[in-house]
């Protein structure tokens, strides 16, 4: 398959971590944070850890929409299924994620909600066409790749007149995370492998505020196995060199710039919210979106009322923990016992992107050896 | 008696009341295409003479949604999913059964294009179907039809293939391409069309098991891998015989457009269902003669050994990537759902 097989060649990789095996220094470790799922999942599928020293260890990061998302919401959102005659739409992941008391959105489906899962944002725009009488409420999650989307969709809906249609808006921003996380200090990163889509839209030049102030090397790796290693590599040498720059591997999609066009639309639909609540990382400022007053009529928060719903985190889950990079999931007391993918206890375990499903389901044969 | 409007009706409350009018569907439409000696007894039971020696029987629903996709639909794949089942065990199929749930206002039109598909799988596997059934729900309480079919065989005498039997040591065999049937009906169900060469490979596969147990009679295990794919199957068959297995990615038959299509929806081959091809586990010394009868066949011309049985307190799938690492293949959990970016 082109531009995927070239990216996924075994003796490249190999010779590539031959390189990492060369440079990297024996009298020290090499903590690297990959900060999105969607590297946690290669990494994992692949066994690219398989191919890395010893003393270099893959570090965790935030970067799961449906892991960060406090349950608190979810519940809200079920409220309002269970409140309202709405059609709400979300990402399939979503409907899975644990909210309190071992609901899910999933549950509330089986009871009668009319809960859908839709592959595109586009899907609801077509359900509320097809239902004018009904109003269909878009559980809008996910970083500033599918924000944009969304805010096409609210654009969209205008244009038209789609009166029944509103969004729930839970998109967050990357860049305040990784701010966040660094700040903290507590997971001991040396350097961070970059998101790769999130980076398309927002460009590499949106990090240089993270290296500069915490002096912690950025490589935007893509998410492809071997983007992985080589970004590693390269991650490698910054730490050797003592530099603390953002690097840009995966060029062949970013700019330093991003995508002007994707920036302005959200920049015209959406506005800083203050403060959003992570699951894991707490209240963070500036780390979020909400639809901008010109656009309040699709906004879900401001047409229903919406309870703002607090959950209790679950008993002996650590997936707060595991989200800042500060435990692994094989830390858990949970993991593989009362956590499974068939039974998750916290949101790690749901998405292939969450870290404890990564393990759980590619690397269990390592995490049972207690080798993860 | 009235005569069935097959062009332009629809299915009624009526055509399931047991009464006339369900008389005349059942004569115009299901015993006109199925019609054979056993159907034609017009019995609530359809008498047959039972032959010596060990039978098995399987039953499986049939909810498929598209009802018509690329490469065939839910008539022929209720046959074929049936008979697949039944020659799991090394049997040779005998009969079938049928029952349709039917949901109020169902074009007949469509209705006899299933029936027609049914008819044509079973007479070329050379299955009749004995006996069936019609139920009619109202509107909204059926997606159009449902069909399940149960099938009865007979095993060969000195054949005792069954999920228990894989001991280390054992080589595992796939018959093909996996994977075609799950993107061929994602690739057509509403919501999600995306423009695809690929077809189902729903197919019948007693001939290509016949020929299998003529010259291995001590086969193992055999199973086809349908919902939940080739990863589904091998952890059932680990849990089954308490093995582990150890594959290769590399000799796993996966086309290109599954490839993409997989890559593009985040879904991975190895959970995608196939309805056209067989796992099967044997004695390493067998397996090179097992591959050489199932690359004769059409059906399983593309075998390949994608691995080996071993000794594993746990239980677990492993693989070799391609790309040099290893993994665990796990069981699917809950729906295998696209990933959101």
């Known amino acids: 398959?082109?531009?995927?097989?070239?990216?996924?060649?075994?003796?490249?990789?190999?010779?590539?971590?031959?390189?990492?095996?060369?440079?990297?220094?024996?009298?020290?470790?090499?903590?690297?944070m990959e900060f999105c799922g969607g590297h946690t999942h290669a990494i994992f599928r692949f066994g690219v850890h398989d191919l890395m020293p010893e003393n270099l260890k893959f570090v965790h990061g935030p970067g799961c929409p449906v892991c960060v998302l406090p349950a608190g919401r979810i519940e809200t959102a079920i409220q309002l299924?269970?409140?309202?005659?709405?059609?709400?739409?979300?990402?399939?992941?979503?409907?899975?994620?644990?909210?309190?008391?071992?609901?899910?959105?999933?549950?509330?489906?089986?009871?009668?909600?009319?809960?859908?899962?839709?592959?595109?944002?586009?899907d609801a725009l077509s359900l509320a066409r097809e239902n004018p009488a009904r109003q269909v409420v878009f559980?809008?999650?996910g970083f500033e790749t599918t924000t944009p989307p969304t805010a096409a969709a609210i654009r969209i809906a205008r244009s038209e007149g789609l009166n029944n249609f509103t969004v729930f808006c839970n998109h967050v921003l990357t860049p305040a995370?990784?701010?966040?996380?660094?700040?903290?200090?507590?997971?001991?990163?040396?350097?961070?492998?970059?998101?790769?889509?999130?980076?398309?839209?927002?460009?590499?030049?949106?990090?240089?505020?993270?290296?500069?102030?915490?002096?912690?090397?950025?490589?935007?790796?893509?998410?492809?196995?071997?983007?992985?290693?080589?970004?590693?590599?390269?991650?490698?040498?910054?730490v050797n060199e003592g530099c603390f720059e953002v690097e840009n591997q995966y060029s062949r999609a970013v700019s330093e710039t991003g995508n002007r066009k994707a920036q302005a639309l959200m920049a015209e639909i959406f506005e800083p919210r203050p403060t959003f609540e992570w699951r894991?990382?707490?209240?963070v400022p500036d780390s979020a979106v909400q639809i901008r007053p010109a656009y309040a009529a699709f906004d879900a928060e401001q047409r229903f009322s919406m309870q703002a719903a607090q959950t209790a985190d679950i008993k002996g889950c650590i997936c707060p923990a595991v989200l800042r990079g500060v435990s692994d999931p094989v830390d858990c007391?949970?993991?593989?016992?009362?956590?499974?993918?068939?039974?998750?206890?916290?949101?790690?375990?749901?998405?292939?992107?969450g870290a404890c499903a990564a393990y759980y389901s590619y690397g269990r044969h390592r995490a049972e050896m207690g080798k993860a | 008696m009235s005569k069935l409007n097959i062009k332009s009706g629809l299915v009624e409350m009526a055509h399931g009341s047991g009464g006339r009018v369900s008389a005349v569907l059942i004569e115009e439409l299901f015993v006109r295409h199925l019609g054979n000696e056993l159907l034609s007894q017009g019995n609530d039971a359809s008498a047959f003479e039972v032959p010596a020696g060990r039978m098995v029987i399987s039953t499986d629903a049939h909810v498929v949604s598209p009802l018509f996709f690329p490469g065939g639909d839910i008539g022929s794949l209720s046959v074929h999913g049936t008979i697949n089942d039944v020659v799991t065990s090394g049997a040779k199929p005998l009969c079938l059964s049928a029952s349709f749930i039917l949901e109020e206002g169902f074009p007949l039109a469509e209705l006899e294009k299933i029936v027609l598909s049914m008819a044509e799988a079973s007479s070329l596997a050379g299955v009749p179907i004995a006996t069936g059934d019609t139920k009619v729900v109202e509107r909204g309480k059926g997606d159009g039809v449902f069909i399940s079919t149960t099938g009865i065989g007979l095993v060969p005498a000195g054949i005792h293939i069954s999920g228990d039997r894989a001991e280390p040591g054992d080589a595992i065999i796939s018959s093909g391409y996996i994977g075609d049937h799950g993107i061929a009906i994602l690739s057509s169900r509403q919501g999600l069309e995306f423009g695809t060469q690929i077809q189902s490979d729903s197919a019948a596969l007693h001939e290509l098991v016949a020929d299998m147990v003529e010259a291995v009679p001590d086969i193992h295990c055999l199973?086809?891998?349908?919902?939940?794919?080739?990863?589904?199957?091998?952890?059932?068959?680990?849990?089954?015989?308490?093995?582990?297995?150890?594959?290769?990615?590399?000799?796993?038959?996966?086309?290109?457009?599954?490839?993409?299509?997989?890559?593009?929806l985040g879904l991975d081959p190895l959970y995608i269902a196939?309805?056209?091809?067989?796992?099967?586990?044997?004695?390493?010394?067998?397996?090179?003669?097992?591959?050489s009868v199932m690359q004769g066949h059409p059906l399983g011309r593309d075998a390949t050994i994608i691995g080996e049985v071993v000794v594993d307190e746990r239980q677990l799938v492993v693989m070799q990537t391609s790309f040099g690492g290893q993994r665990v293949v796990d069981w699917l959990a809950g729906e295998q759902l696209p990933r959101i970016c």
């Open chain 1, 139 to 141: 559980f809008a999650i």
């Open chain 1, 280 to 283: 894991g990382l707490g209240s």
């Open chain 1, 81 to 122: 299924a269970e409140s309202e005659d709405v059609i709400l739409c979300t990402y399939a992941d979503l409907m899975r994620v644990p909210a309190g008391k071992g609901d899910s959105l999933n549950r509330a489906k089986a009871r009668g909600s009319d809960i859908r899962m839709i592959y595109s944002v586009t």
């Open chain 1, 1 to 32: 398959m082109k531009y995927v097989d070239e990216f996924r060649d075994g003796d490249k990789a190999r010779r590539l971590a031959g390189r990492i095996h060369n440079e990297i220094n024996p009298d020290r470790q090499y903590r690297f």
């Open chain 2, 223 to 264: 199973r086809d891998p349908t919902r939940g794919g080739l990863a589904t199957t091998l952890n059932e068959l680990c849990k089954q015989s308490s093995v582990g297995m150890q594959i290769r990615e590399v000799d796993i038959a996966v086309r290109a457009e599954v490839r993409g299509a997989c890559e593009l």
């Open chain 1, 333 to 353: 007391k949970l993991f593989a016992t009362a956590c499974t993918p068939e039974e998750p206890k916290g949101a790690c375990m749901v998405s292939s992107e």
């Open chain 2, 274 to 291: 196939n309805e056209g091809k067989m796992v099967c586990i044997c004695s390493q010394k067998d397996a090179d003669k097992l591959i």
């Open chain 1, 177 to 238: 995370a990784m701010h966040h996380i660094l700040a903290s200090g507590e997971a001991r990163i040396d350097g961070i492998l970059g998101p790769s889509h999130v980076s398309a839209i927002i460009g590499s030049f949106a990090y240089a505020d993270c290296c500069r102030d915490y002096q912690t090397p950025l490589v935007i790796a893509g998410f492809e196995p071997l983007d992985v290693i080589q970004s590693t590599l390269m991650l490698v040498r910054q």
